[in-house]
């Protein structure tokens, strides 16, 4: 059968193409259009929320700041913290910072990290200032990772700079003795009590930091002290000056030079079974892998869950190998 064609039907036909059309776009747009309105407002949230995370962050350090300073004129010379507790150090140190509310700052925010995570890590670097420190402090600024310093008492004018820079980038200066001689320093109380006021004034006279916390040469559990190194333990309390041990060594002290990958594997390895993890390495001319292997072991560390790197303050739990607490 033959359809009639009836006129005007051919042009009722386009302009049904031409509806259908125009109906399927603009369906397609308006399918479109919120799909691009919601990541509009999706970005446009989170660079607000970006902000208000800061301006809070802002806030929360001058609010501490100002509890922080009130502690101190309404408690003058009463401790209240369990450990590094120097009052009128509080605010200079333990984390560095030449510059006071430049330190004050990092210390708060590292204070405030410090409960959240499940594993916390303590870098620590012993020996120093050397030829590597800066090397060091570049790799920390790369990661914006902030460790500990524990020094001796070097007076060229190298490390005398090297010292002022681990200060002025916000990293924890510790002492490690003035002199790094065992022999000497452990021969009496009265030699380890003189080289212990040397490196103090060494750190202070250069920073302007009252350093709070020590790590002995050779750790507390040294075999070279004929003394018992409870003595000396017990001066440092004295002094209100926490001693700091090690619990995870990246072994870079002996008498072969490590590869970069068994450094590496020994820093990192045993993080995630414990929550307090000091890790001892050294700033030393004799120790480049050290240095190549810090920032794989800066990255492997900030890739595991829940782990946060800080620097020592007076919230750290102390590893103390005589004291066995971990
Ligand atoms: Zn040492």
């Known amino acids: 059968m033959e359809k009639k ?11 049904v193409r031409r509806l259908k059309k125009g109906i399927v776009l603009s369906v397609l747009v308006w399918m479109l259009f919120p799909v691009v309105l919601s990541g509009v407002l999706f970005h446009k949230v989170n660079a607000l929320n970006r902000q208000l995370t800061d301006t809070q962050e802002s806030l929360q350090q001058l609010l501490e700041a100002a509890v922080q300073g009130q502690e101190q004129i309404s408690e003058p010379g009463q401790d209240t ?31 405030q990290e410090a409960p959240q995570a499940a594993h916390k890590v303590y870098l620590t670097f012993d020996d120093g200032p050397s030829k590597y420190t800066e090397d060091i402090l570049d790799i920390l600024d790369a990661y914006d ?33 003035y002199s790094h001689k065992y022999a000497d320093i452990y021969s009496s109380l009265e030699a380890f009590s003189a080289d212990y006021y040397r490196i103090y004034s060494y750190i202070l006279e250069n920073t ?37 041990d090690w619990n995870i060594s990246s072994g870079d002290a002996g008498s072969t030079l490590l590869d970069v990958d068994t450094l590496v594997e020994n820093a990192t390895a045993d993080i995630s079974k414990r929550g307090t993890s000091i890790i001892l390495m050294h700033d ?3 120790r480049p892998t050290t240095v190549e292997a810090l920032p794989e072991i800066i990255e ?15 919230d750290t739990t102390p590893i103390q190998h005589i004291h066995k607490s971990e």
């Open 5 to 15: 064609q009836i006129p005007g039907e051919d042009a009722r036909r386009r302009r």
């Open 81 to 111: 913290a369990p450990q590094l507790s120097r009052t009128e150090s509080r605010v200079e140190a333990p984390v560095a910072g030449a510059g006071g509310m430049e330190g004050l700052a990092d210390s708060l925010t590292a204070q």
């Open 145 to 177: 990772v902030k460790a500990t310093f524990f020094v001796l008492g070097k007076e060229d004018e190298h490390s005398i700079e090297m010292l002022r820079e681990i200060a002025r980038r916000g990293h924890t200066i510790g002492m490690h003795s």
């Open 208 to 244: 302007g930091i009252q350093s709070t916390c020590y790590r002995f040469p050779g750790g507390s559990s040294n075999t070279v002290s004929d003394l018992d190194m409870q003595i000396f333990a017990d001066f440092l309390e004295e002094q209100e000056v926490v001693f700091y």
């Open 284 to 286: 030393a001319a004799s």
């Open 300 to 314: 492997n560390i900030l890739a595991m869950e829940d782990t946060v790197i800080l620097p020592i303050t007076e």
